[in-house]
């Protein structure tokens, strides 16, 4: 078939549930194929209609006619000494996204990417370096777990390697909000992947409004990339801050735990070496987090080439993490994982065909220290 004719063709990964059923309703057909058809493609990752065996030839000749099943190509993969793997997934374009799964004795987690860069420009991500491009559509997000799925054999319900998916990849996923609320669905889906509502979670960098919004759309996780507990930091390392306040965010935050009052809220804090790691910052952060559920997780910061900015020493990072657990407030420290492969936190790039030209920048900047050097 050409391109052109393939182009007009549904991508059922493109659709959640009722999204499957009216596909199948315009088709002619009962609802109830669109679960027949959602079992193969998520519980046992078939792309083939033919071997569909339960479908009539008619119905599999008007699917191979007007729909497909076509994830994110897998450019590389690649596995860490730790066991940690990362898959550069190729886009149009000359795009490629990056998703990485972390397996730990208890459970599997999957880091999945929202969009082709990040617009935010977090100073100490290396993604932000990359510039933007475009949001991911909902094919494509889902389509990350449908790869990781298949490489790892993941048999949903059975052999379920993958427990866990964080939105935490390459992006703001709440600047993708449709798509991304989507995808999430169909993770949690009984005809998707399956995974509890608490074991799907979002992380964003502080949309307030957005957040509200993501309160009323999915019952998710939340995570929030926090970084520092005052105003004047935050607006350093986390742009958006200037736009929404630590104050603002917070309170986002806590309409967000009332809507689910069993729930925790996740801050994330990534420590950088004489920057954020003192005490009077644990001290901070104690006082902006005491009067919400929620846990802390440290990261020890994951260098890249260019940064301005270094890792925490390992006596710093405990003394921090001691500070707010002795104030009664839940910090954890997370263990690095994959760094050897670039697929630790902060560290995922990606090619993004980038159109705010940041990625130029940055590479100027760091051909300038290595002169200079």
Request: proline share 4%; charged share 25%; aromatic share 6%.
């Amino acid at each position: 078939m050409s391109e052109a004719a393939a182009s007009v063709r549904t991508n059922l990964l493109d659709l959640d549930r009722s999204g499957m059923e009216d596909f199948f309703v315009g088709l002619g057909e009962k609802r109830f194929r669109a679960q027949q058809v959602m079992k193969w493609i998520y519980h046992q990752r078939v792309d083939d209609f033919e071997r569909m065996t339960d479908l009539g030839k008619g119905l599999r000749e008007a699917l191979k006619a007007h729909a497909e099943v076509r994830a994110p190509r897998t450019t590389f993969e690649q596995r860490s000494a730790d066991g940690t793997c990362k898959w550069l997934l190729g886009l149009d374009g000359g795009n490629a996204i990056e998703t990485v799964f972390i397996p730990e004795p208890t459970r599997g987690t999957l880091c999945v990417s929202s969009q082709v860069g990040c617009g935010l420009n977090c100073r100490f991500c290396s993604t932000a370096t990359q510039g933007f491009n475009r949001n991911l559509s909902t094919a494509e997000i889902i389509g990350q777990v449908w790869v990781a799925a298949r490489a790892l054999g993941n048999v949903t319900h059975q052999v379920r390697r993958i427990t866990n998916v964080v939105m935490m990849g390459m992006g703001e996923p709440l600047l993708n909000f449709d798509n991304v609320v989507r995808a999430m669905s169909l993770m949690r889906d009984d005809l998707g992947f399956g995974l509890a509502n608490k074991r799907v979670t979002l992380s964003t960098a502080g949309l307030v409004p957005m957040i509200d919004q993501l309160s009323e759309a999915a019952d998710v996780s939340l995570a929030v990339s926090l970084h520092a507990p005052t105003d004047a930091l935050r607006d350093e390392l986390v742009p958006l801050n200037k736009k929404y306040p630590i104050a603002e965010l917070m309170d986002a935050c806590r309409r967000y735990q009332a809507a689910r009052p069993r729930s925790t809220i996740t801050f994330e804090y990534t420590l950088l070496r004489g920057v954020n790691d003192h005490p009077e910052h644990a001290r901070g952060l104690v006082k902006l987090l005491r009067r919400i559920p929620s846990k802390l997780n440290l990261i020890p910061f994951n260098p890249f080439p260019g940064t301005q900015y270094q890792r925490s020493g390992e006596d710093e990072i405990r003394a921090f993490q001691k500070i707010v657990l002795d104030a009664g407030v839940l910090a954890t420290v997370r263990r690095t994982r994959g760094d050897d492969i670039d697929a630790a936190c902060g560290q995922l790039v990606g090619k993004v065909m980038d159109r705010t030209r940041r990625s130029r920048e940055f590479r100027a900047r760091v051909q300038e220290g290595l002169d200079a050097a």
